[in-house]
């Protein structure tokens, strides 16, 4: 070895250092160098509706709302907030944003519910399945813009979640949290794209006003959940099949790969989920926190069986709830919802006769829960 | 393993840091295991197949060279390339042909209820497969050796950068170079390195970009014609730094090892024709069709008619090489279609022919180029009535809101584009991509060159690569 060592030329030696350290140092450099602009706006939600923090504390701020309801697009195709009010007498209004999961619940809860200034008596959380104690599920990309948005990675309870999270990487994740040192870029990459987007829709300026958040929001609402094809799971049945495909011919739920890499087991410790942050931040604030699981697409006998760990899983999850003052619901055994309320995936169709329906179910479940809590002065329901 | 996680680096580094001390057998040694230990990360039980395959070729190449009859030679031949044949027709087609039997069963009320049966696809079964039917073949007709050692052997079969996706070697090629030690070489390590770091670049940041973009269209069930079009100009780059991305990567691994791996493409989207589309991509899968496939078929021997019916064969079984599905099938024999008509159709166009000045050039080119991106609707399109639907869409029926929206989108991917669409034919041209071998790589000027390419790299993988990843597109043939 040692001869052989000996027959590398020193400038050889020097030179491959030498373009490895301009590989390093320059990046870094660079990196360190750009300035970047504060005012980056760059969430947009799968639905199209751009998410404005401040926007929506506003609204609450106004509207007082004595309910609040937090989700996805499973709360958006699913619950109308005027319709909601009117038939139950509260005062409903929704936070939401498409695509978002449990981290993005937890930071609207607390920086946009609570920081808003507005106390609802309840906050219903409308969740699939394991959504509840999977805190890093949808934490990427324009998630992670929303986070940033909401300045989720400063939070404690953050720090608490993913703290477990980083150390299960172990060396792994010490090299990653290494390279975002050498190379601080994690601001640097939605700006870049959003330049990139910016320059596209400059170049096809021609011919019309030009506005680019408006062009922004079009090419959304293009893509949004209408638009989509039927047989691909938006907010998802398992893409590339039809949208009955997570059904077998005999009629039994076959887990979706969507929920194959959530939990399996119901963890309530504070390193594992938002869930306990969530409780912790209701009581402080004397609020009751809902829980409302939503069925997701059934079969076609209308039912949507849960496999052994879930029900395993839901059994523990609604005894700790119970346990720690929140109320907890169940729509999927309700055999009304069928499947031809479904639009695609897991979303309910927008059909008025569908939504009335869904609608009164959707009561019919939380009413009982949220009657002790109303107070004595406040509009009938319908 | 993939190439773009932290796992494959520290794989990589771990693996090059034993690597040099040892002898030559020793280091193919350290090979095997390590392609093994890549190859089974994910799945272990695929380490069967690949094992299977190694054996049975490496058993019945010998015995082809014994051989004392060529009845007995023969024999040893049709059983190497019958279970390489087997691997493949039962993991990769199984699936499809039994699916399409029961639905005409089904359709003709012979089978009440259709019943399916899903074999997983191993990753990458394609590549090892074409590889050691190559080698079966060339040694049968006395192109090669039979290679002695099962160490060497296996590592020919298993070596992990081309493992998966490629690029498709041949014995004649890589058994020479691992039957000589590799020493340490900084020259190649060099550009090994900017090899990989380009690699990635293509795959995170153009290739990953261009996904969204064409997911996104693909996922619409109401696309208009510039939309559409937006979406197919995007798989279009996608699919190319993809593949080209993982080549690069996979040649830049090899190099660092002191292999050299054949080169896979040579800027496709340049070329002024069909055939020479396919001169410059997926090379090393041209010329095994060209070679084991359109040649033994009588390749352009015996006529005009001949050779346009060999061509058409050629490229329906090159689709199905792709995917076990009806929409390769449809593109391969597309092409076929292309390639076979191309030089009738170019006898009256005097245009098509590679005579004409510049006009000619940037003519032929877009042609060519639009021609492509119909075979990548037909790629990308997995449903046959979707295809029918998007093909049958009228330009004129779109308002200009969705022109203005599809010309955004389809810029967006050309921009993430640029660099391996313009910038690196660009440099090539001007001999700024000098090879390890260039005696220009020892000079201080090609080492900051170098120095800066690798930065440049480097500095657009960090700021600008896409935080929603996806797997090759190549790993599922």
């Not at chain 2, 009738?344 to 080119?365: D, S």
């Not at chain 2, 990308?380 to 599809?406: C, I, K, T």
């Amino acid at each position: 070895m040692l001869s052989h060592l000996s027959r590398i030329s020193f400038r050889s030696l020097v030179q491959l250092l030498a373009v490895a350290a301009m590989g390093v140092a320059g990046p870094a450099w660079l990196c360190r160098k750009l300035d970047y602009p504060d005012n980056i706006v760059t969430q947009e939600g799968p639905v199209g509706r751009p998410f404005d923090p401040a926007a929506e504390m506003q609204k609450l701020k106004k509207s007082k709302p004595q309910w609040v309801l937090i989700g996805n697009s499973m709360l958006n195709s699913r619950i109308d907030q005027e319709e909601l009010s009117e038939i139950s007498g509260w005062k409903a209004r929704k936070v939401s944003q498409g695509g978002t999961q449990s981290a993005l619940w937890f930071l609207f809860l607390k920086k946009v519910v609570l920081e808003s200034g507005a106390r609802p008596i309840v906050v219903s959380i409308f969740f699939r399945d394991t959504d509840l104690t999977w805190p890093d599920f949808r934490t990427k990309g324009m998630h992670a813009e929303l986070i940033d948005l909401l300045e989720g990675t400063t939070q404690p309870e953050w720090k608490t979640v993913f703290a477990r999270s980083d150390e299960a990487r172990g060396f792994e994740g010490r090299i990653e949290q290494g390279l975002q040192a050498v190379f601080p870029t994690k601001d640097l990459r939605p700006l870049a794209r959003r330049q990139m987007q910016e320059r596209a829709l400059r170049l096809t300026r021609y011919g019309s006003e030009f506005n680019s958040s408006g062009r922004r929001v079009e090419l959304n609402l293009r893509f949004s959940l209408k638009h989509l094809r039927r047989d691909l799971g938006s907010d998802f049945a398992p893409s590339g099949q039809s949208a009955d495909a997570d059904v077998s011919s005999s009629g039994a739920v076959i887990d979706p790969g969507l929920y194959e890499d959530g939990p399996k087991i119901f963890d309530p410790s504070p390193q594992a989920s938002f869930l306990p942050h969530m409780l912790n931040l209701a009581k402080e604030n004397g609020i009751t926190l809902h829980f409302h699981r939503i069925k997701r697409r059934p079969g076609a006998d209308h039912q949507r069986p849960d496999s052994t760990y879930l029900q395993a899983y839901l059994v523990e999850l609604r005894k700790w709830l119970q346990a720690n003052g929140a109320l907890f619901s169940d729509e999927s055994p309700d055999l009304g919802i069928r499947l031809e309320m479904y639009a695609d995936g897991d979303h309910i169709s927008g059909e008025p006769a569908v939504a009335e329906r869904y609608l009164k179910g959707f009561w019919g479940l939380a009413g009982p829960l949220l009657a002790p809590l109303k107070p004595a002065s406040g509009p009938e329901p319908k | 393993m993939i190439f773009q996680s932290i796992e494959y680096v520290i794989f990589l580094v771990s693996l090059l840091a034993l690597y040099f001390w040892l002898p030559r057998r020793e280091q193919n040694l350290l090979i095997i295991i390590a392609s093994y230990i890549f190859y089974g990360w994910v799945h272990p039980w695929y380490l069967i197949l690949i094992g299977i395959t190694t054996i049975f070729d490496w058993g019945c190449a010998i015995g082809m060279e014994n051989s004392s009859t060529q009845a007995r030679k023969k024999a040893f031949f049709i059983t190497s390339i019958s279970v390489n044949l087997l691997i493949l027709g039962v993991f990769k087609y199984f699936g499809f042909f039994a699916e399409n039997f029961t639905a005409v069963l089904t359709s003709i009320g012979l089978m009440p209820s259709p019943w399916i049966v899903k074999i997983a696809l191993p990753a990458g079964i394609s590549f090892f497969t074409f590889q050691s039917i190559s080698y079966a073949v060339d040694v049968y007709k006395g192109r090669s050796r039979a290679c002695r050692s099962i160490i060497d052997y296996a590592t020919f079969v298993s070596f992990f950068p081309q493992l998966v996706a490629g690029p498709i070697e041949r014995a004649g090629h890589m058994l020479p170079q691992y039957a000589q030690r590799r020493g340490l070489n900084l020259e190649g390590m060099r550009t090994g390195l900017l090899l990989l770091l380009w690699g990635l670049f293509q795959k995170v940041v153009i290739a990953d970009s261009a996904a969204l973009i064409a997911d996104k269209v693909f996922s619409l069930g109401d696309p208009s014609f510039p939309i559409l079009w937006s979406g197919v100009l995007a798989f279009g780059v996608q699919i190319y730094a993809d593949f080209s991305g993982y080549t690069d990567m996979a040649r830049g691994s090899a190099r660092l090892l002191g292999i050299e791996l054949c080169k896979n493409f040579n800027h496709p989207y340049l070329a002024q024709s069909p055939g020479a589309f396919w001169r410059r991509w997926h090379m090393s899968l041209s010329t095994w069709f060209r070679d084991y496939v359109y040649i033994p078929l009588g390749g352009s021997r015996h006529g005009e008619g001949k050779m346009a019916r060999n061509l058409i064969i050629t490229f329906f079984l090159s689709g199905m090489w792709h995917g076990a599905s009806w929409n390769y099938v449809i593109w391969g024999t597309y092409h076929g279609v292309l390639v076979a008509l191309w030089p009738f159709l170019a006898k009256r166009v005097p245009v098509l022919t590679e005579k004409t000045g510049a006009f000619g050039i940037i003519l032929r080119v877009g042609v060519t180029c639009m021609l492509m991106h119909l075979g990548w609707l037909m790629f990308r399109e997995h449903s046959l009535a979707m295809l029918a639907h998007d093909l049958a869409l009228n330009p004129f029926a779109a308002p200009v809101s969705e022109w203005r929206m599809g010309a955004a989108l389809g810029i967006e991917a050309l921009l993430y584009g640029l660099p391996l669409l313009v910038l690196l034919p660009l440099l090539q041209r001007l001999g700024a991509l000098p090879q390890p071998e260039d005696p220009r790589i020892t000079s201080w000027k090609w080492t900051a060159l170098q120095g800066l390419a690798v930065a440049a790299c480097v500095y657009g993988i960090a700021s600008m690569r896409c935080d929603v990843g996806s797997d090759f597109i190549y790993f599922q043939f």
